[in-house]
């Protein structure tokens, strides 16, 4: 399956990645099937933002709330890796269920990947997702 995500969109995550070089980045991945619709910012409350990423539960309760009233349903999550590759960690296995959500990650210099987390693939919960940039 490949997902689709626009170039303006991908742009402002990695750009929010750039300009917090110190701590991991985090959001939301609104949308429907293998379309992203929105990438909603959230705060990362994490107590270690430096090597992991817990978003912010009012932005991801707000947005299920809008799903069940007809928005854009919440399909996964970004988040950076500032050091490192765009692989998911030995951590983000650890926090991931495996309930098919999408984790984009991004890393330094512009450089991003994507994955489905289920039962199988890197670290026994990740597949790699193709990732289609659409040029508006």
Known sequence: MTVTISRAMLNSILARA??????????????????????????NISAEPERRFELDPVTLLTAHKEARAGGP???????SHPVGTVEPSACDADMAVPDGALWLICGPNGRYALWRAGTEGLHGRFSAVELMVEHE
């Not at 949308?31 to 910012?41: L, T, V």
């Not at 349903?73 to 988040?79: C, L, M, N, P, R």
């Open 73 to 79: 349903a919440v399909i996964g999550h970004y988040h």
């Open 18 to 43: 750039v300009d917090a070089p110190d701590s991991e980045i985090c959001g939301l991945l609104l949308g429907e099937g293998d379309r992203i619709r929105e990438a909603r910012e959230a705060m």
